[in-house]
């Protein structure tokens, strides 16, 4: 379970079929072999070891896909930073990760060297560009360019060792490092790539950053296979339904605010995208309407993925997409999910309660935090913070995150609920509903809305329709606010705690 050893096997028997496209370059397996193999030499020039972690500062790039299976086969440990990070945020990881070595990019030098004082264990030589560097900065073009291309010696690498440390997005506080085997890896491709009916005539396209866990359930399957893997330097619609057609591609990962934007774009057109075998659906929940329209558009394609980067998943496949329509589906062979109490007992089927589970995809833990590792991984099993059931067939519906639960005068709101009704009305776009302080109840929700292009409603017009259509008179929203676009972090998970924390910081002040 070396996952390196994939890129070997490719090279020695399938060595002249595509491996990897991006931008004008096309790589076959024997080149992108190759290309890793000089990298390889190039971190252990620098004196990088077996379980040595190495940091990448980068948006989407040739090198960063490179540098994961470079790290994979000298045993050292990928820790994959968003290029959105500053400050803070940017050393206390790397300092946390212990990283010797830092790959970016001309671009990015100078929120590095505004915190490399703060740096505890890298030095400045250790730190390469990829586009060009001088001294004190790595040069790293130059030193591939002058590494051998002969594989390097083997690093005894087994499937327990760390592959990677992969920092949670930071949505809900401070990020965490979660860490993954190569054996956790490795049953990425053979688990995935078997839902996904992947073979090595499969033509896979990535636009979403490759920083986050997400982009793996599809990667891991296509090298393991060694199918063609197209990677787009970021999302844009336009470009990606073009690649679409132009490549014949036949599975795509994407999150709902990229579905969002592909059924709304112009450019949309089902007969230009009707290579397609495979579209999936993670990272947040996709309103029912957006998933009954790419059913309709796009039949027998949709696949929904719910799941932690901690380590279990629910796959809801196209054969079911219509069937349990509103389900995240059931989990994959080898792997269980429950649905549990406070103390931890299985509840009723059609109850909700705290989901949980486990499988072949459990981390080894957060990195550095073992008090914080026991509290969410208890006897093998994963504790996620998401509220949801399971119905008699034993498919998982979600209700909402622990954490998002509205709490208005002592009764539960969940905003899922008023977010299914919200996007069913013809203008709106994207909806997200959060809490915000009330005098009486303590909180009560709001809807933050994005409207369709074109589109022509007031924020007192959608409130008075959604709070017509509420099940309960506690799902009113108290008010509608109207914004251009929701923020997002690299992975284009919508920021919720952004929009929330100024109306609790008013609120706070007060106190």
């Known amino acids: 379970m070396e996952l390196s050893s994939l890129l070997v096997h490719h090279a020695r028997y399938r060595p002249h079929a595509t491996a990897v496209v991006f931008e004008q370059q096309r790589l076959d397996y024997l080149s992108f072999s190759t290309r890793v193999d000089r990298v390889a030499h190039l971190l252990t020039g620098l004196g990088v070891k077996k379980t040595q972690r190495v940091a990448t500062l980068l948006p989407n790039t040739l090198e960063l896909l ?56 890298l030095a400045p030589e250790r730190i390469l560009l990829i586009d060009g560097g001088e001294p004190p900065w790595g040069d790293y073009a130059a030193l591939a360019a002058a590494a051998p291309d002969r ?15 992969m920092y949670t997005s930071g949505t809900t506080g401070l990020p965490k490092g979660i860490m993954h085997s190569h054996r956790v890896r490795a049953m990425y491709a053979l688990l995935l790539g078997a839902a996904w009916r992947m073979t090595p005539e499969s033509v896979v396209l990535h636009t979403g950053a490759i920083v986050f866990n997400g982009a793996f359930v599809t990667l891991m399957p296509a090298f393991h296979l060694g199918a063609t893997y197209i990677l787009q330097r ?37 007969a230009r995208l009707a290579s397609l075998q495979m579209i999936l659906s993670l990272g947040a929940p996709l309103a029912q309407p957006r998933k009954d329209q790419l059913n309709q558009l796009l039949p027998g394609r949709f ?36 649905v549990v109490d406070e103390a931890s007992h299985d509840l009723p089927r059609g109850q909700p309660g705290e989901i949980v589970g486990r499988g072949p ?26 509220i949801g059931y399971l119905d008699d067939e034993g498919y998982l519906y979600l209700v909402d995150r622990k954490k998002d639960m509205i709490d208005s005068g002592g009764v539960k709101v969940y905003p899922r609920d008023i977010e299914d009704i919200a996007s069913r009305h013809p203008a709106v776009a994207e909806v997200a509903v959060f809490g915000i302080p009330h005098e009486t109840w303590g909180e009560t929700p709001l809807a933050a809305v994005v409207l369709k292009v074109g589109a022509d409603a007031t924020a007192s017009e959608l409130r008075d329709w959604i709070n017509e259509r509420v099940a309960a008179r506690y799902q009113r929203v108290q008010e509608v606010v109207i914004l251009p676009a929701f923020p997002r972090n690299a992975a284009g998970k919508t920021l919720k705690r952004e929009m929330r924390d100024p109306y609790w910081a008013g609120r706070a002040r007060q106190i």
């Open 66 to 121: 490179e540098l994961y299976w470079a790290c994979a086969r000298i045993g050292a440990v990928a820790v994959p930073l968003s290029p959105l990070l500053t400050g803070v945020g940017l050393s206390s990881l790397i300092n946390d990760a212990g990283a010797v070595c830092l790959v970016t990019q001309k671009s990015l030098l100078p929120v590095v060297t505004a915190v490399l004082p703060e740096l505890q264990t």
């Open 151 to 165: 594989e390097p010696p083997a690093a005894d690498v087994g499937p327990d060792d760390l592959f990677n440390i």
């Open 234 to 270: 970021q999302f844009d619609a336009v470009a990606m339904i073009e690649a679409i057609a132009r490549e014949q591609v036949t599975h795509i990962m994407v999150v709902p605010a990229q579905i969002i934007a592909l059924l709304d774009s112009p450019a949309f057109d089902p």
């Open 303 to 338: 696949h929904e993925l719910y799941g932690l980067t901690e380590g279990f998943v629910t796959i809801l496949d196209k054969t079911d997409a219509v069937r349990k329509a509103g389900s995240v589906g059931c989990p994959p062979p080898f792997s269980e999910v429950r």
């Open 361 to 386: 995809f459990v981390m080894q833990g957060y990195w550095g935090k073992p008090q914080l590792t026991a509290e969410t991984l208890r006897f093998g099993w994963i504790h996620s913070g998401d």
